[in-house]
């Protein structure tokens, strides 16, 4: 079946510091790829997709880039902010009729003044 | 900008009480879905629906249940709640984007206490 593993949090940055937070998966065929940002006391955002190999997904700062070789999809930010605190989401749409997402178990980023 | 609503956003109930948690999509998905969310942050589905009068269960058994009679609207019943239940949930829907990718868009959630 479906999985994503993400790495074991939480992650304490202060401002301005480089981000990284790895993400893989496993899957049959061609699965879109995506990222998902969870504010405190609120739903998830969609932060970036990517949905073919190779493809890089941006926003905010954040890319990732849809590595089939690797089967990754790591989150990167150059430059972290105190605003991007948050719980974030790597998961998984296998492309058929089925269109539940697989998700990741979440990674809390805690970024200091 | 995605347009799901879920009402109430907080709740505090007693054990046994019956409640409905109300979420509403303004987009016409026809694909809907309920989660948990456990105090790790990680997320379980336990129910989702691909259209009207379509309901399934999810990877994770819940004691409640739902029920889709208009495309736009997707509540979810506790007949008896019970301590066990408080958690937040959160309400989803989606349709294939242009690449055949299903994006969700997800409600603010609503946070259950069962006390």
């Known amino acids: 079946g479906n999985s994503v593993t993400q790495m074991e949090g939480p992650v304490t940055l202060s401002e301005e510091a480089f981000l990284t937070i790895n993400c893989t998966y496993t899957a049959t065929g061609y699965p879109s790829l995506f990222w998902y940002v969870q504010y405190p006391g609120e739903g998830l955002q969609l932060l970036l997709k990517a949905t073919k190999a190779d493809d890089k997904g941006s926003n905010k700062g954040f890319e990732a880039t849809y590595r089939k070789e690797t089967t990754s999809f790591h989150l990167e930010k150059g430059s972290v902010q105190v605003s991007d605190s948050a719980v974030y989401f790597c998961a998984l749409s296998a492309r058929r009729a089925n269109s539940k997402l697989t998700f990741g178990k979440g990674i809390t980023l805690s970024v200091r003044p | 900008e995605a347009d799901i609503y879920q009402t109430p956003r907080y709740l505090v109930i007693g054990t046994g009480k019956k409640i409905t948690l109300e979420c509403s999509q303004t987009?016409?998905?026809?694909?809907m879905y309920w989660y948990q969310q456990d105090p790790g942050m990680e997320l379980h589905l336990i129910h989702y629906s691909y259209g009207v009068n379509s309901t399934e269960k999810g990877d994770l058994s819940s004691e409640s249940t739902v029920s889709r009679i208009r495309t736009e609207h997707f509540p979810l019943t506790l007949e008896s709640a019970r301590p066990s239940h408080t958690s937040q949930y959160l309400c989803?829907?989606?349709?294939?984007?242009?690449?055949?990718?299903?994006?969700?868009?997800f409600g603010p959630g609503t946070r259950l206490t069962v006390t």
């Open positions: 989803a829907s989606s349709e294939p984007g242009t690449s055949g990718s299903y994006e969700q868009y």
């Open positions: 987009m016409g998905h026809d694909k």
